[in-house]
């Protein structure tokens, strides 16, 4: 099956600490986006990769950061500079960044700064 | 400033009953306008999408959208609500460009009893 999996569900993290948010995709896309989703509101764009070793700010990225080393993979590192982090965390992908490429979400993974 | 609204956090419906769900974006151009639904810690499922053509769009689990320019709107209806329906939905517009970048509605919460 294709998709995309993020690992893991729930991630639990103390004041500090960077913590790594796992994104994989299998769909054969070329671009892939992190978003950051609080209750009522509706979801923010961290960080895009529209292709391997190149990826660009959205529109909260302070505290973030991102690697795209191979295809399938775009990891997400939360750092201790970021002020907020308890969050629920989606990864997405598409084919391309055309304003017609659909996104496509994986499962989320939520992050408990403790 | 680009953006999109969703003015109703919640709408309570029961069972069988019509349902519709209101979305409107700040007029562009050019837009491309998507129904995501999320059921509780899971991640965005596409419902449907218009991207040009008949304003009349048609999804899963027999939702439907109407664009509609001038009134800047894109909401979505269904003729029959099931319980299993319950669930988070996001409007979101791509207003084109180089990133594919999506803004989204804050969502609204579609509670239906029995």
Redesign the interface.
Known sequence: DGGITQSPKYLFRKEGQNVTLSCEQNLNHDAMYWYRQDPGQGLRLIYYSQIVNDFQKGDIAEGYSVSREKKESFPLTVTSAQKNPTAFYLCASSIGLAATDTQYFGPGTRLTVL | AQS?TQLD?QVPVFEEAPVELRCNYSSSV?V?L?W?VQYP??????LL?Y?SGSTLVKGINGFEAEFNKSQTSFHLRKPSVHISDTAEY?C?V??????????????TLLAVQP
């Open positions: 999109v956090s050019s491309y998507f995501y810690n899971q991640g965005l499922q596409l999408k991207l996001f979101a791509s207003y084109g460009g180089a990133t594919n970048k999506l803004i989204f509605g804050t969502g």
